[in-house]
Protein backbone atom coordinates (compact mmCIF):
# COMPACT_ATOMS: atom_id res chain seq x y z
CA UNK A 1 0.00 0.00 0.00
CA UNK A 2 3.11 2.54 -0.22
CA UNK A 3 2.25 4.82 -2.91
CA UNK A 4 4.40 7.87 -3.59
CA UNK A 5 3.12 10.28 -6.54
CA UNK A 6 5.30 12.93 -7.62
CA UNK A 7 4.72 16.11 -9.41
CA UNK A 8 6.54 19.90 -10.42
CA UNK A 9 8.35 18.27 -13.14
CA UNK A 10 8.70 20.69 -16.01
CA UNK A 11 11.01 22.41 -19.00
CA UNK A 12 13.10 25.53 -17.62
CA UNK A 13 15.69 27.49 -19.28
CA UNK A 14 19.48 27.31 -16.98
CA UNK A 15 19.71 29.08 -14.10
CA UNK A 16 15.86 28.12 -13.32
CA UNK A 17 14.12 26.49 -10.43
CA UNK A 18 11.57 23.95 -9.90
CA UNK A 19 9.89 22.11 -6.92
CA UNK A 20 8.79 18.81 -7.15
CA UNK A 21 6.64 17.79 -4.54
CA UNK A 22 6.32 14.07 -3.64
CA UNK A 23 2.45 13.23 -1.77
CA UNK A 24 3.40 10.15 0.15
CA UNK A 25 0.99 7.34 1.87
CA UNK A 26 1.43 7.26 5.70
CA UNK A 27 3.72 4.08 5.08
CA UNK A 28 5.69 5.69 2.54
CA UNK A 29 6.25 8.26 4.58
CA UNK A 30 6.89 5.86 8.19
CA UNK A 31 10.04 4.96 5.93
CA UNK A 32 13.27 5.15 7.84
CA UNK A 33 14.59 6.74 4.44
CA UNK A 34 13.32 9.24 1.80
CA UNK A 35 14.88 11.13 -0.98
CA UNK A 36 15.24 11.48 -4.91
CA UNK A 37 16.73 9.68 -7.37
CA UNK A 38 17.17 10.32 -11.15
CA UNK A 39 17.54 8.97 -14.54
CA UNK A 40 18.45 10.10 -17.55
CA UNK A 41 18.27 8.44 -20.90
CA UNK A 42 20.90 6.07 -20.91
CA UNK A 43 22.76 6.77 -17.62
CA UNK A 44 22.72 5.19 -13.95
CA UNK A 45 20.21 5.76 -11.63
CA UNK A 46 21.79 8.67 -10.24
CA UNK A 47 20.57 9.41 -6.14
CA UNK A 48 20.26 13.09 -5.77
CA UNK A 49 19.36 13.53 -2.07
CA UNK A 50 18.21 11.29 0.82
CA UNK A 51 16.57 12.39 3.96
CA UNK A 52 16.58 10.11 7.24
CA UNK A 53 13.54 9.84 9.82
CA UNK A 54 15.26 12.06 12.10
CA UNK A 55 16.27 14.85 9.85
CA UNK A 56 19.47 13.99 8.59
CA UNK A 57 20.10 14.64 4.67
CA UNK A 58 22.74 13.91 2.19
CA UNK A 59 23.23 15.28 -0.97
CA UNK A 60 25.24 14.10 -4.13
CA UNK A 61 28.05 16.58 -4.72
CA UNK A 62 26.59 18.21 -7.97
CA UNK A 63 23.94 19.42 -6.53
CA UNK A 64 25.17 20.42 -3.04
CA UNK A 65 24.06 24.33 -2.34
CA UNK A 66 21.34 23.93 -5.42
CA UNK A 67 19.13 21.44 -3.95
CA UNK A 68 17.10 21.40 -0.60
CA UNK A 69 15.44 18.28 0.43
CA UNK A 70 12.58 18.42 2.70
CA UNK A 71 9.29 16.99 4.44
CA UNK A 72 6.15 18.42 5.57
CA UNK A 73 4.81 15.53 8.08
CA UNK A 74 1.42 17.89 8.52
CA UNK A 75 0.49 16.68 4.86
CA UNK A 76 2.72 13.57 4.16
CA UNK A 77 4.84 15.69 1.35
CA UNK A 78 8.68 15.26 0.41
CA UNK A 79 10.20 18.32 -1.64
CA UNK A 80 12.67 19.05 -3.92
CA UNK A 81 13.31 21.97 -4.16
CA UNK A 82 16.02 22.95 -7.08
CA UNK A 83 17.66 26.26 -7.88
CA UNK A 84 20.34 27.26 -10.23
CA UNK A 85 19.74 24.21 -12.54
CA UNK A 86 21.76 23.27 -15.57
CA UNK A 87 21.04 20.79 -18.42
CA UNK A 88 22.94 18.25 -16.52
CA UNK A 89 19.77 18.28 -14.04
CA UNK A 90 17.80 16.94 -17.09
CA UNK A 91 16.59 14.27 -15.95
CA UNK A 92 13.20 12.12 -14.92
CA UNK A 93 12.97 12.33 -11.53
CA UNK A 94 11.68 9.98 -8.68
CA UNK A 95 10.79 10.08 -5.04
CA UNK A 96 11.84 6.95 -2.96
CA UNK A 97 11.55 5.28 0.05
CA UNK A 98 13.72 2.74 1.88
CA UNK A 99 12.27 0.61 4.53
CA UNK A 100 15.51 -0.63 5.67
CA UNK A 101 18.00 0.93 8.06
CA UNK A 102 20.69 2.87 5.31
CA UNK A 103 19.94 5.74 4.41
CA UNK A 104 22.54 6.28 1.50
CA UNK A 105 21.54 7.83 -1.69
CA UNK A 106 22.13 4.50 -3.78
CA UNK A 107 19.96 3.12 -1.19
CA UNK A 108 16.72 4.78 -3.11
CA UNK A 109 16.74 2.57 -6.12
CA UNK A 110 18.36 -0.69 -4.45
CA UNK A 111 17.17 -3.45 -2.42
CA UNK A 112 13.80 -2.14 -0.01
CA UNK A 113 13.39 0.23 -1.92
CA UNK A 114 10.08 1.51 -3.80
CA UNK A 115 9.41 4.76 -6.06
CA UNK A 116 6.64 6.53 -7.77
CA UNK A 117 6.48 6.92 -11.70
CA UNK A 118 8.82 9.74 -11.61
CA UNK A 119 7.94 13.69 -12.32
CA UNK A 120 10.08 14.91 -15.89
CA UNK A 121 12.69 17.62 -15.42
CA UNK A 122 14.27 19.25 -18.89
CA UNK A 123 16.44 22.23 -18.69
CA UNK A 124 17.56 24.14 -21.86
CA UNK A 125 20.95 26.15 -22.09
Known amino acids: QVQLVESGGGSVQAGGSLRLSCAAS????????MGWFRQAPGKEREGVAT???????IYLESVKGRFTISKDPAKNILYLQMNSLNPEDTAMYYC???????????????????WGQGTLVTVSS
Open 26 to 33: ADAYRSNC
Open 96 to 114: AANTGLSCRLGDLYRSQSV
Open 51 to 57: IAQQGFT
